[in-house]
């Protein structure tokens, strides 16, 4: 039980361009998704949180106007890096919480921009 | 601010022993403890987790102790097998809301 999925796993896009990344929790509700970015060889860092209807809350230094979050459902939560650039490139997870304590990880998405 | 940081970035163990990664944190409020595991390319996976109210907890083949008084927390893996290999993080979460703050992590490099 508590499998959090992503998809892609995997994208490169052109500098630019826009992509979304999925987050599902496949066999729970969340009432709570995070967004995290990850650099290699580095620890996590919290970008967002988001709540089923509600506008996500963004970490200092994260711009909302850049990584658009929608939260549609209990299962469900999107993150969209608009106009992607090079530095965007990264490791990005998602987890879901169905609670207040745990958190169940997704396997991440590597965004290469080129 | 809160910050938690681990005291060894990287740990080399030989396939048998246990292992001890430790970490500290700084937000004394913080109320829950966590420890993941990430392996190469994957996102986290939960260890085991303890509350602020306790100061040991044991899953299987692994115990975290926790000491509120220096603020430090450690994950102990017994006789460290290779599939162990991996980045381990220590989260805290603090007093207001469910956000997680990670550690900056520990390799784990186990020899055969």
């Known amino acids: 039980g508590a499998v959090v999925s992503q998809h892609p796993s995997r994208v490169i896009c052109k500098s630019g361009t826009s992509v979304k990344i999925e987050c599902r929790s496949l066999d729970f509700q969340a009432t709570t998704m995070f967004w995290y970015r990850q650099f290699p060889k580095k620890s996590l860092m919290l970008m967002a949180t988001?709540?089923?209807?509600?506008?996500?809350?963004?970490e200092q230094g994260v711009e909302k106007d850049k990584f658009l979050i929608n939260h549609a459902s209990l299962t469900l939560s999107t993150l969209t890096v608009t106009s992607a650039h090079p530095e965007d490139s990264s490791f990005y997870i998602c987890?879901?919480?169905?609670?207040?304590?745990?958190?169940?990880f997704g396997p991440g998405t590597r965004l290469t921009v080129l | 601010g809160e910050s938690v940081g681990l005291h060894l970035p990287t740990l080399s163990v030989q396939e048998g022993d246990n292992s001890i990664i430790n970490c500290a944190y700084s937000?004394?409020?913080?109320?829950?403890f966590i420890w993941y595991k990430q392996e190469s390319g994957k996102g986290p996976q939960f260890i085991i987790d303890?509350?602020?109210?306790?100061d040991k907890r044991q899953g299987q083949r692994v115990t975290v102790l926790l000491n509120k008084t220096v603020k430090h927390l450690s994950l102990q893996i017994a006789a460290t097998q290779p599939g162990d290999s991996a980045v381990y993080f220590c989260a805290e979460r603090g007093a207001a809301g469910n956000k997680l703050t990670f550690g900056g992590g520990t390799r784990v490099l186990v020899k055969p």
């Open positions: 987890s879901a919480a169905p609670g207040y304590n745990e958190q169940f």
């Open positions: 988001s709540n089923e209807g509600s506008k996500a809350t963004y």
């Open positions: 937000n004394s409020a913080s109320d829950y």
């Open positions: 303890i509350r602020s109210n306790m």
